[in-house]
């Protein structure tokens, strides 16, 4: 039954346990302790390794599910972030560049290597979407996201030049009206193209199909 005395390391009044010896509860834990010091390592360490990838998934799964839920708030603490050190950012990659000369250069294709074998399909159409809004970008035209998905659903898969059903591995995007004669890059000013019926159009007029005889 638990008395209520002295403690005899530290004398503070403490309730006791008969096991405790005339400890209070906080001496005789840190006397376990370092009694036992070499087995609680032991027992953590064979803890730890017996569990080591089921923890591992635990975290990442965990990681996901919060990045997935605060995306969008990610993204805006980045922007403002940017906007709010953008001369420190920019003195810093020089800085960076002058000591380091080609390693940022050197990372950034292993980077885009790495994207391109892990998501092939994606990364090219946003390499397609990157050409087409520099080249507009170059004439100082409109330009607007255009998603090559977006671009197929809406036109059911039906080359815009031909009228034939297009095989993913043919598509490309053509501009209704062409760049080099003021078109833009947006939705509505492109459409579902086959890549030979583009190539043949070129920057031509509306008189696609004559191309093609």
Known sequence: MPSERNCSQCQ????????ARGLCQRCYNAAYRAAYTEELKAKETAYRNAHTEERKAQRKAQQVTWH????????????RYDAEHR???ATYRVAY???????????DRVRRAARLAAYPELMRERQREYAHRRRVRLRAN????????????????????????????????????PVSQG??????????????????RQHRGAAQLRLLE
Request: proline share 5%; charged share 35%; aromatic share 4%.
């Open 142 to 177: 409109f330009v607007a996201p255009v998603s090559v998905e977006t671009i197929w659903n809406r036109d059911r898969g039906i080359c815009g030049i031909c009228d034939r059903k297009v095989k993913e591995n043919e598509a490309s995007l053509d501009h209704i009206l």
């Open 68 to 79: 997935t839920a605060h995306r969008e708030e990610k993204k805006a603490k980045s922007k």
């Open 87 to 89: 001369v420190e950012r």
């Open 183 to 200: 078109g833009t890059h947006e939705p509505r000013n492109v459409r579902l193209a086959h890549i030979r019926c583009n190539k043949q």
């Open 12 to 19: 503070a009044p403490w309730v006791l346990h008969s096991s």
């Open 97 to 107: 560049d002058a000591k380091y000369p080609g390693r940022r250069a050197r990372r």
